[in-house]
């Protein structure tokens, strides 16, 4: 039977909390408190016989990758973009007057910086325009972050969640749908909202040959009142190999494209450089 919960958190957060992708930032880069992962977060890129990066086992449960080689030279800057049932009525209301950020996008444009975007199903098709302007620039690839942002366990910051695992599947298989109309740079990639998972929603989406890439770098964007942070946050933990986790999201991660230029800055100062999650995971 499938089961969609929504936990009673829900009555005593901020609505705006839980539209939140991500784990929220302690301000100076400690890993904040939250659903705990599994496997083991130390795990590097996995090891595939097949030559296109980012394909999983589709008979085993999905494998969590969380950064790439550290004998490179790049860094993976991946950014979330979020679109919740939620976030569409206060875009509809007019109450929120866009979760896209026009800013950041131009910015990554003009520097031609490499980034991976895990889009959720419904930013794909509420922002068609600039999902297609994404999809279109070679510097850039999609991955997955489910339809409608909702957990895949249950205690995930308060977000409603789905545990049915033929739902589970269901719901990432249409995104993978809505992301392959756009073209460009595809990849299998997944990215839990939240960062949560368990065994039990590995298992259940395996079969779909995705890998699930949680990051080793949470900038801890997501409601961020400073941009200093951020980039402390980033910076402090970024090494080669690196995948770092930030978000497209508007008013909900509002010094992100304030944030990004120091970090962009400050990782080239180490000599370092930037590219597509496939590469730094192939590398």
């Not at 964007?221 to 910076?235: G, K, R, W, Y």
């Given at each position: 039977?499938?089961r969609?919960?929504?936990?009673?958190i829900?009555?005593?957060?901020p609505?705006?909390?839980?539209?939140?992708?991500?784990?929220?930032?302690?301000g100076?880069?400690?890993?904040?408190?939250g659903?705990?992962?599994?496997?083991?977060?130390?795990?590097?890129?996995?090891?595939?016989?097949?030559?296109?990066?980012?394909w999983?086992?589709?008979?085993?449960?999905?494998?969590?990758?969380?950064?790439?080689?550290?004998?490179?030279?790049?860094?993976?800057?991946?950014?979330?973009?979020?679109?919740?049932?939620?976030?569409?009525?206060?875009?509809?209301?007019?109450?929120?007057?866009?979760?896209?950020?026009e800013?950041l996008?131009?910015?990554?444009?003009?520097?031609?910086?490499?980034?991976?975007?895990?889009?959720t199903?419904?930013?794909?098709e509420?922002?068609?325009?600039?999902?297609?302007r994404?999809?279109?620039?070679?510097?850039?690839?999609?991955?997955n972050?489910?339809?409608e942002?909702q957990?895949?366990?249950?205690?995930?910051?308060?977000?409603?969640?789905?545990?049915?695992?033929?739902?589970?599947?269901?719901?990432v298989?249409?995104?993978?749908?809505?992301?392959?109309?756009?073209?460009?740079?595809?990849?299998?990639?997944?990215?839990?909202?939240?960062?949560?998972?368990?065994?039990?929603?590995?298992?259940?989406?395996g079969?779909l040959?995705?890998?699930?890439?949680?990051?080793?770098?949470?900038?801890?964007?997501?409601?961020?009142?400073?941009?200093?942070?951020?980039?402390?946050?980033?910076?402090?933990?970024?090494?080669?190999?690196?995948?770092?986790?930030?978000?497209?999201?508007?008013?909900?991660?509002?010094?992100?494209h304030?944030?990004?230029?120091?970090?962009?800055?400050?990782?080239r100062?180490?000599g370092?450089?930037?590219?597509r999650l496939s590469?730094v995971l192939?590398?």
């Amino acid at each position: 039977m499938r089961r969609r919960r929504t936990l009673g958190i829900l009555a005593a957060l901020p609505a705006a909390f839980l539209t939140a992708c991500g784990r929220p930032g302690t301000g100076g880069g400690g890993t904040p408190a939250g659903p705990a992962l599994d496997p083991d977060p130390s795990v590097g890129a996995p090891e595939m016989e097949t030559p296109v990066p980012g394909w999983g086992d589709p008979d085993r449960p999905a494998r969590v990758v969380n950064h790439g080689s550290r004998d490179g030279e790049s860094v993976a800057l991946t950014f979330d973009a979020d679109l919740t049932e939620y976030m569409a009525g206060q875009l509809d209301s007019g109450e929120v007057e866009t979760y896209h950020n026009e800013e950041l996008l131009a910015y990554l444009e003009d520097e031609r910086i490499p980034a991976t975007f895990f889009m959720t199903g419904m930013w794909a098709e509420r922002y068609v325009e600039e999902a297609r302007r994404i999809a279109g620039n070679p510097l850039f690839e999609l991955a997955n972050h489910t339809y409608e942002h909702q957990a895949f366990t249950a205690d995930c910051y308060g977000l409603a969640f789905e545990d049915d695992p033929e739902a589970m599947r269901a719901d990432v298989e249409r995104t993978f749908t809505a992301l392959t109309a756009l073209g460009g740079n595809q990849t299998r990639y997944f990215r839990f909202p939240g960062l949560c998972h368990d065994k039990a929603a590995l298992k259940a989406l395996g079969p779909l040959g995705l890998t699930v890439v949680d990051g080793d770098v949470v900038s801890g964007d997501p409601f961020a009142e400073a941009s200093q942070p951020i980039v402390d946050a980033v910076l402090g933990r970024a090494e080669a190999g690196s995948v770092v986790v930030m978000h497209l999201g508007g008013p909900n991660a509002p010094m992100t494209h304030i944030a990004l230029p120091s970090i962009v800055d400050g990782l080239r100062e180490r000599g370092l450089g930037f590219a597509r999650l496939s590469e730094v995971l192939a590398g």
